[in-house]
């Protein structure tokens, strides 16, 4: 039986529904589910962000009916019926390859990584680059990916002290998740490599490169092949 829906306002244009209490499979399909129903299901939604177990609707109150209830509770009201409506749009996942260089400077913690999980380096890079991966969030930063299905072997917790500065495409691990710093920014996740790839271009439409729900896979590349795709 799954969990009611549970609505709350996130300041006063936005609305949160919490579609469960656990990050897992029948959650996610749930939240990417309720996510596609609604984007674009009423005329005050001006954004759907899904994430772990939750989705937010961001909304203009000036386009929402009501006579005498705040405009989160008519909203919340509106939209009900839809997310407990079984028919929807089909999921759409795509497939990505992401390039990585996990060498020398590219690669600062690969050996602390190695050290505080009993492996070589060579395992470390086999194992992270060997797994599949699905999106899960979005977050953090624009376009930055929280991927599901580290191997539990690499799961290593972030820095003491958060760099503060990360090149953007680096690809790091935090606890049990990896991820990739789609634009240069503060960070404490433990770097293992870098990827060529631009995770987020403002220029492009959509800007990031990866969605809720892709599926994701890492292959190792040299640093010459990492050189010459950066200078495209």
Same mark, same amino acid.
């Given at each position: ?140 930063? =624009? *376009?930055?990916?929280? !991927?599901? &299905?580290?191997? %539990? ?5 972030? @820095?003491? +002290? #958060? ?22 920014? =503060? *960070?404490?996740?433990? !770097?293992? &490599?870098?990827? %060529? ?5 403002? @220029?492009? +439409? #959509? ?26």
């Amino acid at each position: 039986m799954r969990p009611p829906v549970r609505f709350a306002p996130l300041g006063d244009r936005a609305l949160v529904l919490r579609l469960g209490e656990r990050a897992d499979e029948p959650t996610f399909d749930r939240v990417r589910s309720c996510a596609a129903r609604l984007a674009g299901a009423h005329r005050a939604i001006l954004d759907v962000v899904p994430a772990y177990t939750t989705v937010t609707v961001h909304y203009d109150p000036s386009r929402v009916e009501s006579t005498s209830e705040p405009p989160h509770r008519a909203l919340a009201a509106a939209l009900e019926p839809l997310i407990h409506d079984d028919a929807h749009p089909p999921l759409i996942a795509r497939t990505v390859e992401i390039p990585v260089c996990y060498e020398g400077d590219l690669a600062p913690d690969l050996d602390e990584v190695a050290r505080h999980t009993g492996l070589d380096a060579q395992e470390v890079i086999a194992l992270h680059s060997g797994a599949t991966y699905v999106v899960r969030m979005i977050g953090f930063l =624009p *376009g930055f990916p929280y !991927l599901a &299905g580290l191997d %539990p072997r690499l799961a290593t917790p972030r @820095r003491a +002290e #958060p760099r503060t500065r990360v090149a953007a495409g680096s690809v790091g691990i935090g606890g049990e998740q990896t991820g990739i710093y789609p634009v240069t920014s =503060p *960070g404490g996740w433990r !770097l293992i &490599g870098r990827t %060529p790839l631009a995770l987020f271009d403002a @220029r492009r +439409e #959509p800007g990031a490169l990866l969605a809720v729900g892709d599926t994701l896979r890492f292959h190792a590349i040299s640093r010459a092949d990492y050189d010459r795709m950066s200078a495209r």
